[in-house]
Every structure is written in structure tokens, then in C-alpha cells.
């Protein structure tokens, strides 16, 4: 009998040597007349210790990482088919601690199923929120998503339900539902995990969406650096046709939805949905102005409903399992459980999915295990490139929208990157103006010119020309960006900016002998 061994294919243990891994447990085998099935699966998240593979034994899955190909002889020599004794022996993956106290909705397959079997999605429970919602009527399914408090998870935090609705009332010929995969915020991987290794959520939830709001085609929008999420979201979508769950008569309903993938071209302001929905009918990616909103007109002129991929992915398990079961999990008005990335100077950064209000301290210290470099943790900034940087007296703050807002914070897309007492404030503020001044679409003057002279009115505090005067400049610089600027691109620069000049004031004065100079 063949014994199974896992070895992830996502793009992280991929970077790490997962093919390598893989080829020699294949030879290994191969030399000892050992039967072995090798499965590649997407990745768990514990990212410190990817190659992880994993055997399957009598008594369950038993892990071992970070395997090398140079571990993988003595692995087999040990015993690993029958999970044996060795140093990277890590035991079932489910009681590793990091993963053991995760609250695993959305992520609960991503790491165990083939991501391209429609047959082991579904022996893993996938595809029951869809016939949940084939027994609903539209309304029916917009309101499970809107009971359950589900909030958009690409940042914005907006109402899924009340978007779904409006989209579902809209009268037209064609409807459209985009799910927007262009992960471009630093520190962020969460749609990228889920896409190579368990896509079939992400094309379920799309398909219910579909369903409830009346659209009939579909299309996943995907950030062009993403090539093996590219391959395995085509070869998943071509078995889901097959086995009927996507197509002309999903699962014998009667009902149509056609999906197709779209590389992005690679700009960051193409994850606002209005410049994608540029992008994505072959224009340039500017945004537009608002009203009309997309949910009214939006691709091609049509209906659209444009949601996140953790947001489509969450939908699965709210039909299945019920809107009251979802909301159960979270606190106030952030009910549900947020995909936390996280990254930067941290001893195990890695995927961390649970329940809105966990601190970040609780993040950074009891999952991440405190900084890499062993010095103290000076700034975590939440939120991607347009996020605040938090000092150490806020890192108690609940991971939450409101409690975020409340301390001129924002949850964004989840991913938190920590810097420690080495981090130069001014330089990060510097940053957050340059990367808005080169990724900027170039619609409205406050974005295109505002961050170009930000980053020039920075050069003179950094190199201590006038900073007072300067960072007052800055702050005015700010004002405008925050009120003027079309959308969240130039609207929340200013937030990492005045984050670091408010938290961190001693890395803005007194940088050089230039202090006092005339400008």
C-alpha cells in the first residue's frame, strides 16, 4: 500500500527548496523500493518552518521541518514512513502550538488538500456552503453573508452584506462579480497562501456570490507576480468545469457561472476596485470617480460585485455552517476571523488566522516570538505601505476596526510588519511618500504632486535642514492629501507618515549639523 507524503508547493517552501525536497524523497523512495505517493499541497503557514512535509500514518499526519534535501536520507533511514523518531520531527501539525491556537475557518484546508482536486476539496468538506446556498433563494443567501457581520477584508472593511444587496436589486442583463487578487501590500501573503493552496474556496465562494447576486460570469483579477497562483487557479478552474461545479448548470442547479483568471500589470493602485475594473477592460489603471459605484455600474458598464479573495473565502463557511456560527467568533461590529500576516523582524513570521480583538503584543510576542534579531521591538506598522506605525505602549490595542480607528489606526488587509530599535522613523516616513509618488495613478493633484513633495520636504528634515519648519510643511502636505486626494492612495499616506513624526519626534530633529542652516 502506497504511503502518502505531503510536500508543500506554495510559493514560499518553493523559494526554500521545496522541489528539491521533493525530488529526493521521490529518489530516496525510489532506492529502497519504498512505495510512496508524493502530494504537493499549499503551505500551513508557519513559514519558519516550510519545506514542511508531512506523512501520512495510521494514527494521522505526523510533520517534520524544515526539511532539506540532505535531511531527506535520514529521514527515511528513521522511520519516516511510519513517522518516526528524528530532530525535525515536529508531531501531528495540528497540536504545533502556533497552528493549535489559531481559529482556523477559512484556512482549515489550506496546507492538507490537493489544491487542484475538486475530489479532495470536497472529501475535506468542501462545496457544502454552496449546496447550502443552492437550497436558498438570493435574498435568502444575502442575508446569511449580511447576518453574519462579514466585513470586507481587503482593507476598506465595508459591509459585505449590504454591498452583495446592492448588487443583487441591480437590474440588468449582465451582472459581474470581480474578486480582487492583487496583493500588493508589504507584508502580505494571505491571498497568495490561499490561491496556491486551496483555490477551490476562494472559486466556491465566488460561485455562491454569483448565485446570490444574479451574475453569471466571473473573474479572479491577479497580481502578475503571482505566477504559481496563476497556474494553479487555471488548473482548478478547467476541473471545476469538468467536474461540474462551475460552468452552464453548476452542480445540475441549473443555475450558470463561468470564471476566468486575469494577470494585473503589475501596478499597486490597480488593487483600488475602480482602477482595476480599468485594468481589467484593458485600459490603464486610474481611478474613477465615484458615484457611480461599481455595484451599480461597474465592469463594462454593468453590475459588479468586487470583493477581496479573504472575503469570497470566508463565505463558504458562513453558508455551511450558519451566520450566527461565524459571528460568534470576533467583538463589537469586527465579528468573524481576520488573516494575520505576519512579517518583517520576527522570529516566526507566518499566516495567523483568529478571531477579531486578539493585541498585537499577543501577535508579535506569544505567535511571532519577539524579533529576529533578538533587540527590542521599536514600531509595528498595520495595514501594508499606507498603515500606522504603532510604538510599544499601543501594542496592546485589540486587532480590530474600531479600536484601530480609535488610535488613528487601520486593519487594512491584516498584514503587520515589525521593525526593531535599529528602524530610523524618518526614513520609513520618507518611504511612505516615495511609494506614493511612484505607485500613484496620477489622476488627482494631491496624490501625484503631494507625495513628490513630501519626499523632497523629508530629504531636507532627514538631512536637518529646518526640520521644524519642514515637518510643518509635512503635516500641511498631509492635510491636503487626506482631503483632496480621490481615493485611499493619497487619502491614507499621510497616515504612516504622521504615525512615525507623532510616535517617534526624536528621529525628526536635530539630525546634523544642517539644523539651523537656511533652507
Known amino acids: 500500500m502506497s504511503i502518502t507524503i505531503t510536500v508543500p508547493r506554495d510559493a514560499v517552501a518553493l523559494g526554500l527548496g521545496a522541489n528539491r525536497v521533493a525530488r529526493a524523497l521521490f529518489a530516496g523512495a525510489e532506492r529502497r523500493g519504498l512505495d510512496v505517493t508524493i502530494v504537493r499541497t499549499g503551505s500551513r503557514g508557519m513559514l519558519w518552518l516550510e519545506p514542511m512535509i508531512e506523512v501520512a500514518t495510521p494514527e494521522g499526519r505526523i510533520a517534520y521541518g524544515p526539511v532539506t534535501p540532505a535531511d531527506v536520507d535520514g529521514l527515511l533511514d528513521a522511520g519516516l514512513l511510519e513517522g518516526g523518531a528524528h530532530p525535525l520531527r515536529l508531531g501531528p501539525?495540528?497540536?504545533?502550538?502556533?497552528?493549535?491556537r489559531q481559529h482556523r475557518l477559512t484556512f482549515q484546508r489550506c496546507g492538507v488538500v490537493d489544491p487542484v482536486s475538486?475530489?479532495?476539496?470536497?472529501?475535506?468538506?468542501?462545496?457544502?456552503g454552496l449546496e447550502a446556498?443552492?437550497?436558498l433563494d438570493a435574498a435568502g443567501i444575502v442575508a446569511e453573508v449580511r447576518e453574519s457581520g462579514l466585513r470586507g477584508r481587503g482593507g476598506a472593511g465595508f459591509p459585505a452584506g449590504i454591498k452583495w444587496n446592492t448588487v443583487m436589486l441591480a437590474q440588468a442583463e449582465q451582472k459581474y462579480v470581480v474578486c480582487n487578487a492583487d496583493e500588493g501590500d508589504s507584508g502580505t501573503f494571505a491571498d497568495r497562501m490561499m490561491m496556491e493552496g486551496d483555490p477551490f474556496n476562494l472559486i466556491e465562494g465566488m460561485t455562491i456570490a454569483g448565485i446570490a447576486t444574479g451574475a453569471t460570469r466571473g473573474y479572479i483579477y491577479l497580481r502578475s507576480e503571482y505566477p504559481q497562483a496563476f497556474a494553479t487557479l487555471k488548473e482548478a478552474i478547467a476541473n471545476g468545469v469538468k467536474a461540474g461545479v462551475l460552468g452552464p448548470d453548476?452542480?445540475?442547479?441549473?443555475?450558470?457561472f463561468h470564471l476566468e483568471v486575469r494577470l494585473g500589470a503589475g501596478a499597486y493602485i490597480c488593487g483600488e476596485e475602480t482602477s482595476l475594473l480599468e485594468s481589467l477592460e484593458g485600459r490603464r489603471g486610474i481611478v474613477r470617480a465615484k458615484p457611480p459605484i461599481p455595484a451599480l455600474k461597474g465592469f463594462l458598464g454593468q453590475p459588479t460585485l468586487v470583493n477581496n479573495v479573504m472575503t469570497f473565502t470566508a463565505v463558504p463557511y458562513i453558508l455551511e455552517h450558519g451566520a450566527k456560527a461565524y459571528a460568534e467568533y470576533g467583538m463589537g461590529r469586527s465579528l468573524g476571523t481576520l488573516a494575520i500576516q505576519l512579517a518583517g523582524n520576527i522570529k516566526r513570521g507566518g499566516l495567523i488566522e483568529y478571531a477579531f480583538?486578539?493585541?498585537l503584543r499577543e501577535i508579535i510576542e506569544d505567535f511571532g516570538g519577539g524579533t529576529q534579531s533578538g533587540r527590542p521591538v521599536r514600531a509595528v506598522q498595520v495595514g501594508g505601505p499606507l498603515g500606522a506605525y504603532f510604538p510599544d505602549h499601543l501594542?496592546?490595542?485589540?486587532?480590530?476596526?474600531?479600536?484601530?480607528?480609535?488610535?488613528?489606526?487601520?486593519?487594512?488587509?491584516?498584514?503587520?510588519?515589525?521593525?526593531?530599535?535599529?528602524?530610523?522613523?524618518?526614513?520609513?516616513?520618507?518611504?511612505?511618500f516615495e511609494f506614493c509618488a511612484v505607485e500613484s495613478c496620477g489622476k488627482c493633484t494631491p496624490c501625484r504632486i503631494g507625495a513628490t513633495r513630501g519626499v523632497e520636504t523629508m530629504d531636507k528634515v532627514i538631512a536637518g535642514i529646518r526640520p521644524t519648519e519642514n515637518l510643518a510643511v509635512?503635516?500641511?502636505?498631509?492635510?491636503?492629501?487626506t482631503d483632496g486626494s480621490l481615493c485611499a492612495m493619497g487619502g491614507l499616506t499621510p497616515m504612516p507618515v504622521m504615525s512615525a513624526?507623532?510616535?517617534?519626534?526624536?528621529?525628526f530633529q536635530q539630525r546634523g549639523p544642517m539644523s539651523v542652516a537656511a533652507e
Not at 501539525?93 to 493549535?100: H, K
Not at 513624526?501 to 528621529?507: Q, V
Open 395 to 432: 501594542l496592546d490595542t485589540p486587532l480590530d476596526y474600531e479600536a484601530m480607528a480609535a488610535n488613528k489606526g487601520l486593519v487594512g488587509h491584516g498584514g503587520i510588519v515589525v521593525f526593531d530599535d535599529t528602524v530610523d522613523m524618518a526614513k520609513q516616513a520618507r518611504f511612505a
Open 474 to 481: 509635512v503635516a500641511d502636505l498631509c492635510d491636503v492629501m
Open 93 to 100: 501539525p495540528e497540536e504545533i502550538p502556533y497552528l493549535a
Open 118 to 128: 475538486v475530489a479532495d476539496y470536497r472529501a475535506h468538506g468542501g462545496y457544502r
Open 501 to 507: 513624526i507623532t510616535h517617534f519626534p526624536e528621529d
Open 133 to 135: 446556498a443552492l437550497k
Open 250 to 256: 453548476v452542480m445540475g442547479s441549473g443555475k450558470a
Open 357 to 359: 480583538g486578539i493585541t
